[in-house]
C-alpha cells in the first residue's frame, strides 16, 4: 500500500517569512495530493491539491509542487501569518481510492 | 462545497456504556465514508471504510464488536463506541466525497469522546 512521509513534524517561523513543508510518497500510481489544514479541536480542511498531470499549483499564498520522478511535494506558504499556525497533513491517492495522510506539520507562526 | 455534519461535537460517558456518532453528508449521497481515531498531536487514524448497504471494512487492529458502523442510507454512516472505556477517549472524526466534485474528502466536525 501507500506510504506517506511527511517532513517536519514541527515548524517554527516569525511572520513574514516563508514555510515550506515536504512529503514523499511510494506509490508511483498515485495521482491526487491534497493538503489539509488543522486548527487545534477542529475538522480538517482541504487547503491545496495537485493532480499528477501538473507540476505546480498556486492559490494566494499557497502553492503545491510535485516531483513524480522523485516521488515527492511540498507546501509552500509565503509571507506567513498567525492565522497560518495550525497542523497541515498531505495525503497521496490513486483515483478515488481513500489518501494516505503523513503524521502531520506542526506550523507555528511568531507574531 | 459539500457539507459532512458529525453529532455530536463532544460526548462524556460512564465506562461501560455505549455511545453513538452521527455522519451525514448534507447536500450529497455518498455511498462511502470513512471513520477515523486521531489522538492528541497526531495524525488522522483510519478505523473504517462504511459502506452504503452492506459490510463496513475495518482496518487490522480495530475491533468490529467494539465499532459498529451502519451505514443505512446514502446520507448517513454511524459508529457506535461499545461498552466504553477511558483508553476509547479519542477524537472520532468521519469524512466522505462527493464524486461529482473534482476534489478532496471533506470531514466532519469531529466528536470529542471523553469515557469515565
Keep these: ?24 510518497y511510494s506509490d508511483s500510481a498515485s495521482n491526487y495530493f491534497p493538503w489539509y489544514k488543522q486548527e487545534l479541536g477542529k475538522r480538517p480542511q482541504l487547503i491545496i491539491d495537485i493532480r499528477s498531470n501538473v507540476g505546480e499549483k498556486k492559490d494566494q499564498r499557497i502553492a503545491v509542487t510535485l516531483n513524480k520522478t522523485a516521488k515527492h511535494f511540498s507546501l509552500h506558504i509565503t509571507e506567513t501569518q498567525p492565522e497560518d499556525s495550525a497542523v497541515y497533513f498531505c495525503a497521496a491517492s490513486r483515483g478515488s481510492y481513500i489518501p494516505t495522510f503523513g503524521r502531520g506539520t506542526s506550523l507555528i507562526v511568531h507574531p | ?38 489522538f492528541p498531536k497526531q495524525s488522522l487514524m483510519l478505523m473504517a471504510t462504511s459502506n452504503e448497504g452492506s459490510k463496513a471494512t475495518y482496518e487490522q487492529g480495530v475491533e468490529k ?45 469531529g466528536t470529542r469522546l471523553t469515557v469515565v
Excluded at chain 2, 459532512?4 to 455511498?31: M, N, Y
Excluded at chain 2, 477524537?91 to 478532496?104: M, P, Q, T, V, W
Design chain 1, 1 to 24: 500500500g501507500e506510504n506517506v512521509e511527511q517532513h517536519p513534524s514541527t515548524l517554527s517561523v516569525q511572520e513574514g517569512d516563508s514555510a515550506v513543508i515536504k512529503c514523499t
Design chain 2, 1 to 38: 462545497g459539500a457539507v459532512v455534519s458529525q453529532h455530536p461535537s463532544r460526548v462524556i460517558c460512564k465506562s461501560g456504556t455505549s455511545v453513538k456518532i452521527e455522519c451525514r453528508s448534507l447536500d450529497f449521497q455518498a455511498t462511502t465514508m470513512f471513520w477515523y481515531r486521531q
Design chain 2, 65 to 109: 464488536d467494539k465499532f459498529l458502523i451502519n451505514h443505512a442510507s446514502l446520507t448517513l454512516s454511524t459508529l457506535t463506541v461499545t461498552s466504553a472505556h477511558p483508553e476509547d477517549s479519542s477524537f472520532y472524526i468521519c469524512s466522505a466525497r462527493d464524486l461529482k466534485e473534482n476534489h478532496g474528502y471533506t470531514f466532519g466536525s
